[in-house]
């Protein structure tokens, strides 16, 4: 591709919204551009990343025996209403009407429309296992887009299902999933570990993230510093150790404390650690109200929270809520609680004795206060986030933590969706047995942005070879110098035909630009045709160490060939 024909749209200057390097880069490169929030055109050069992972995402999909199709992006509420979806999955579903009123959404996702195309056309075991796979579009209403493409609104994604006869069937159809992201993500040039997860509104049990190592990540994974466990921070788990010691226990008191609501302030008022306090927190689950407690150096899991009492939609009760349940603020405890509040709590609690909790009055807390004599939990369990320096629950060593970027997701459903829309087959005894499902996802826009996240420098994006728009960058520094230009064309010409894309930046702009745009553009290999052309001589630079060699243009293919090899 010659440069002066590429709508190539390059920034000098970083825009005022971008925030982190793979925003910044992929706008200034001329990759990408803003529409509305969350909303990006993808320009030339953009596009041909984009396509370069789905390239490799449809390679290792269908080495792995799943077929590609494609499903419509606008969806009818019914489908949603069967799941019962349309009510969970919150206000970042799109929903629209059309001219009749009747309801749709803009799919952030599949599941529906799979099952019912699944059930209405396989119903025997014959034709399974099955697994299908898109690349499209997907829309979600983000709260508040960020970070580019990393979390926009309208996003490209790759979504498979599988459907299987039985649960190991579904254990190795997700295992066949597993293997292919590993292979996806190691071609992208991702520096990335597989973590466990939940599985969110997408349900059922059994899930893995797929994280893009970055600092910039909103993910924290929680790894092992001795073997191979890491999960991410809403999934990692909390090794239960019980406090063997015995405490006599002391009677509860209540006790004045004006104005001390924070852990901090109570520490100082009490000259007591974070550990001899209760911390107690409010939440709506669905219709009710229940309140978790954890040790006052620790914090609530809010998603543990959820599963454990197996709530549809748990947030945090809001200030008007705790009010109307005539709860003050910042003096919450578990003891004497209106009726209908359920008390769930952490492990860690339970071997708590005379400890400080609010008293559920203005102004006042307990001293002294113990589980089982005190007051009562319903069910203890890991409610809490772990911690560096926790003990792994795998093999007792060490949690460390780092921060990813979610480039790809694995889910076992299950029978989650085949239950509650009737997706069924009948097996070789002539029986109904409703379909095993999973699904896997990747964000293809994502990847790319990924990617930029983990190959920059301060001068632009560093291409690794297999997601490089073009290979080769080939730049004259005078293109009205006749030897100068006919020696780029030829070499131009040449790595064409040896199969490298080629991009000849042709344009009458002083080297300086040109070079900046190079660096910034990021392409693994530049080739510099200055004043020695008439000589066959050219200066080849490799943009990842910033190598920089002259050498006879002969020499060209065999250094070309041998810089792809060390790239990729």
């Known amino acids: 591709m010659k440069q002066s024909k590429l709508f190539l749209p390059t920034l000098r200057e970083t825009p005022a919204e971008a925030e982190i390097a793979s925003h910044k880069f992929m706008v200034r490169a001329g990759m990408m551009r803003q529409l509305a929030s969350g909303v990006y055109t993808y320009l030339p050069l953009g596009y041909r990343v984009l396509r370069k992972v789905q390239q490799i995402v449809r390679e290792e999909m269908d080495r792995a025996g799943a077929q590609e199709i494609v499903m419509p992006a606008i969806q009818p509420a019914e489908l949603w ?49 099955i697994n299908l796979y898109q690349i499209q579009t997907k829309y979600r209403d983000e709260v508040r887009p960020r970070f580019g493409v990393i979390r926009s609104r309208e996003f490209i994604m790759k979504d498979a299902y599988s459907f299987d006869t039985d649960r190991p069937g579904l254990d190795q159809s997700y295992q066949g999933m597993y293997d292919a992201y590993t292979s996806i993500f190691t071609r992208a040039g991702l520096k990335f570990r597989a973590v466990e997860a939940d599985a969110g509104a997408i349900g059922g049990k059994g899930t893995h993230e797929f994280m893009a190592l970055s600092e910039i990540g909103e993910d924290t994974i929680a790894y092992c510093t001795s073997c191979n466990y890491a999960a991410n921070l809403e999934k990692a788990e909390v090794v239960y150790k019980p406090d063997g010691g015995q405490k006599d226990q002391a009677e509860m008191e209540k006790v004045a404390t004006p104005d001390v609501k924070t852990i901090a302030q109570l520490m100082n ?43 549809n939609v748990l947030e945090l009760a809001t200030d008007k809520e705790i009010a109307e349940i005539r709860l003050p603020l910042g003096f919450i405890g578990p003891v004497g609680l209106p009726d209908g509040i359920e008390v769930v709590a952490d492990t860690a609690v339970r071997d708590l004795v005379n400890v400080v909790c609010g008293a559920n009055e203005q102004d006042f807390h307990y001293k002294n206060a113990t589980p089982g004599k005190d007051f009562q939990v319903s069910q203890y369990a890991d409610l809490r986030n772990i911690v560096e320096g926790d003990e792994c629950p795998r093999c007792g060593g060490h949690i460390a933590f780092a921060r990813g970027i979610e480039v790809g997701h694995v889910f076992k459903l299950g029978t989650r969706y085949s239950e509650k829309m009737g997706a069924k087959f009948l097996d070789e005894n002539g029986k ?19 990617c930029v996240e983990q190959n920059n420098d301060e001068d632009g994006i560093v291409w690794p070879w297999g997601l490089a728009p073009y290979q080769i960058h080939v730049v004259p520094v005078n293109v ?64 990842k160490t910033r190598e920089t060699q002259e050498m006879h243009i002969d020499s060209l293919p065999d250094f070309v060939a041998e810089i792809k090899q060390s790239l990729q």
């Open 81 to 129: 209403q069967e799941t019962g979806r349309w009510e969970a999955y919150g206000p970042e579903l799109m929903r629209l009407k059309d001219r009749h009123n009747r309801d749709f959404v803009l799919g952030p996702t599949h599941e529906e429309v799979v099952t019912s195309l699944v059930r209405d056309n396989l119903n025997t075991y014959k034709k399974l296992p």
């Open 269 to 311: 008022h009490f000259n007591a650690e974070a550990r001899e306090f209760i911390k107690a927190i409010v939440f709506k689950a669905d219709d009710r109200f229940v309140m978790a407690l954890v040790r006052g150096d620790h914090e609530v899991n809010d998603i543990k929270v959820k599963n454990l009492i197996d709530a």
């Open 432 to 450: 109904e047995q409703l379909m095993v499902m999973g699904c896997y996802g990747i964000g293809i826009s994502r990847t790319v942005a990924a």
């Open 480 to 543: 009205k110098n006749e030897e100068q230009r006919n020696l780029a064309d030829t070499i131009y010409q040449t790595l064409q035909k040896a199969g490298y894309e080629v991009l000849l930046d042709d344009r009458p702009e002083r080297a300086g630009v040109k070079f900046k745009d190079a660096d910034l553009i990021g392409l693994p290999i530049r080739i510099t045709v200055g004043g020695k052309a008439a000589e066959g001589l050219v200066e080849c630079k490799i943009r």
